[in-house]
């Protein structure tokens, strides 16, 4: 009996799970991947460490991605989490689980991940081709002829898309496979920069704040003008994606807590990423400003009698030396000149309306966002083929009998700490175990 012919374009944390198991299968598969070594944005990923997956439960881990994460449903019940973490003990990486439910390697380091994959692949002989480019998908009738590249036509009974989204261009991730799917007739929804630092308008006063790491603020964006942002008055609670069953109140668009650092053009680090997808979205509809909560463990009403305490008990203090108690140092001078009061005016003589603007600015720091920074400094691919076009239970197209779609090039995308990879190693299993049998379901 003909094996089956499986050709896989890139050789990502999907496109090698899917070329593995479309292998392991009996399929006889060819794995194409344009640079010089697979696995190069596992590589990078979780800050060389990987971060693999998350031990939350599964309709927790489905919200993370979103509306679209209930497409998810059906890998993940093929093949998630604890098979993910049996896959890789059985190539001998132990495995942690870190702060948030991040899953890493044990031993710190991605290329354990890349390692592991490269011998599945070899292990079930599949023929990996690096620095080889395919141009092109050919199809006849709406079914999978094979593929074009610079050495000619190659003919496939399935053909797996797995050439990644359009961040991190570095690694190999240049959006081709957004072209090959548009095509072949796929639509592409629109692509967007998301976990991705961004810049303000405000960028001498960011300047000036370049390096600072705020520790546990809370982020919240509006959309709006940040001088039309309400005044504090209760605790804002957690929204946005991945928060369940809670919808920010307008102009509120989303709001976290966590740790975030200061740029020379705006704002990043974590918090920042978490929100990026929704401010980048919500962009598009108009202004978006940001407020940070320095002090969010207290109420409006707490942090004014505490200030007001302070500023009684260190009343012979300078304003500034009662503010460097209370701030990072780089923070001081742009606070002293934001609330107008002299930095020497002792903290006896500080009136009740300079305390209040103190409040005020502690509470509700303001920032007019500009725009993201570019999609090559994204580390995840919003937007991507519809999933209406795609088979949830088989990752085929319902367009073009024979191909199957895993990884970011589809519209999928979440949060940090781990959901992506998880996604994708998902999506990969589910791609390569139906491309090896050409598990069909009629065109749409």
Partial sequence: MTKRKVIVIGAGAGGMMAAGKAAEMGAEVVLFEKMEFPGKKILISGKTRCNLTNNRELDEFIIMYGPNGRFLYSAFHRFFRDDLLAFFQRYGVDTKVERGGRIFPASDNAGDIVQALERYLAEVKVQVQLRRPVIRIVAHDRRVAGVETGQGFIPADAVILAAGGASFPETGSRGEGYRMAASLGHTIVKLRPALVPLVVHEVERARRMQGVTLENVRLTAYQCLADEIPAAKAPIPDSGRGVPGRKPRPPVIASRQGDMMMTHF????????????????????????????????????????????????????????????LLPHKLVDIFVEMTGVPSEKAGSNITAGERENLLLLLKSFCFNIKSALSMSAAMVTAGGVSLKEIVPQTMESRLIKGLYFCGEVMDIDADTGGYNLQAAFSTGYVAGEAAAILKSMPLA
């Fill in 266 to 325: 705006g704002i990043g680090g974590p918090v920042t990423l978490l929100l990026s997808l929704a401010i980048v979205d919500a962009l598009e509809k108009g202004q978006v400003s940001v407020a940070i909560d320095f002090k969010p463990g207290l109420t409006v009403e707490q942090l004014r009698q505490r200030l007001q305490r302070d500023f009684s008990h260190y009343g012979k203090r300078s304003y500034r030396r009662i503010l460097e108690g």
